[in-house]
């Protein structure tokens, strides 16, 4: 019996490692990934999502698909903050197919913060993560 892993995509561009030993493409995606583990998480990484007819044409790949409590959530880490094109593409393009899909109630949303010109993961990130997930602290 043969097993063949599913090829990632564009997985020249998964260079990080996450505690778990996950590839991922960016510093912030280890943040997030390091965080959502120290908080015993269930996540898969970019994890394919398909349209709401189930065409598997028609897809996304969340950058972290959460389970928990019996619920599945998407979340969307904006990083490129700084970058026009790239802010235009999620308000006009992805973001619009996660509602259009139906998975809007499901999805978190995440921004790096620019600061002196570096995306920056700021207490803010953690506490959206948080207040989605009912994750409180005691």
Known sequence: LFIVAEPKYLEEGLVHITQKGEKVRSKSEV??????????????????????EGDKNDFRLPDFTIRKDGKVWYLEHCGRTHDKDYVRNWENVRLPWYIKNGYGDQLIVT????????????????????????????
């Open 31 to 52: 943040i997030i990934a390091n965080f959502l583990k120290d908080l015993e998480v269930d996540y898969k990484y970019e994890e394919s999502l398909c349209n709401k």
């Open 111 to 138: 921004y790096d913060k620019q600061i002196d010109g570096q995306g920056v993961i700021t207490e803010e990130v953690y506490k959206t993560i948080k207040n989605k997930l009912n994750i409180f602290d005691s």
